[in-house]
C-alpha cells in the first residue's frame, strides 16, 4: 500500500518506463463486489491497476455523513488482494489537500440538476478530486460505475472538456440478488430499511415493464414511478427522471434509449439507482 504521491509516482514511473499500461479505480473504499468488478475490468486491459482508497472530504456537505462514512481500509486490503490489485494508494486528506488548496475543477451545467440540486457542493468535490488522482497516477484508462450515472456523465464531459490523454470506462452496476444495487451506505440500512430499499430497483423495474408494453409516454411512468414509492413508507422520494444520457435533460416521449434515475431516502440513508431504459423493436 502506497500513502504518499511521491512514491506513488516513483513507482508508476518506473512501470511506464517499461511500457506497461497503467489503469486507475478511484474509490472511497468500503469495497464491494460493484468496486472489485471495476478492479476486474481495469486488470483485463491494463498492465498496472492502481485502485485509490480516499474518503474525499469535499465531496459531502456538512451535516452529510463524512464523518461515519465506513472506514474499512483491512478488510479492503483483503478484498482487493482477491482480485489482485497492483497498488492501493490510500492517501492522507493533507497529502491530496495541500494546507490552503483553493483551486477546484468546476463542470458547468450538468452539475447543476438531480443530485446536483439537492447536493449542490457534492460534484465540484468529486471532478476536483478525480482531476487530482488524474495527476498523481497520469492512467491510461480509468473506471468508474454507471451506478452514479450523473458522475460518470459529469466525470467524460470533464475529459473531454480539457482534453486529458485518458480513456473512460464506465462499467455495468453490480446488485445484490435480490436487486438493490450495491453500495458502501447499504451498511446503514437496518433490517427494515433493507427492506424498504427495494423499492428503488422496484420503480425501475416497473418502468421497464411500461416500455415493454410498448407505453412510451415519459409522464405517465414518472407518475406509476413514484406511486411505487407512495406505497413504501420509509422511503422518500428525492426524484425519478427519465433522461437523455448526454444532456441530463428530461424527455416527453421515449423514442430512443433513456436513462431513468431515481433517488430517496430511506431512513437517514440516501440512495440512488438507474436503469437504462430501450424502447421495444417495433414489428412491421
Ligand atoms: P465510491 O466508493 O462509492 O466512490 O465508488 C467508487 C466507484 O465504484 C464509482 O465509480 C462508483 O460508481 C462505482 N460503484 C459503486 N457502486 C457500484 C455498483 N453497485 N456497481 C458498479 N460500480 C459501482
Redesign the pocket.
Known sequence: MISTIAELRSFLAKARSEGKQIGLV????ALHK??L??VEACREECDLSVVSIFVNPTQFAPGEDFEKYPRTLDSDREKLATVEADVIFAPSTEEVYPPGSSTTVHVAGLTERWEGATRPTHFDGVTTVVMKLFQMVQPDRAY??Q??FQ?AQILLKMVRDLNLPLQMRI?P??READGL????RNAYLSTEERRASLVLYKSLQLAERFLAEGILDADRIRLAMEAEFSSEPLAKLDYVALLEAETLNEVDEIQSPVIALVAAWVGKTRLIDNLWLRPAPTTS
Open positions: 478511484p474509490t472511497m473504499g460493484g468496486h468488478s471495476l468508474f460505475g451506478k452514479d458522475q462499467c452496476i453490480v444495487a450495491m453500495s458502501s
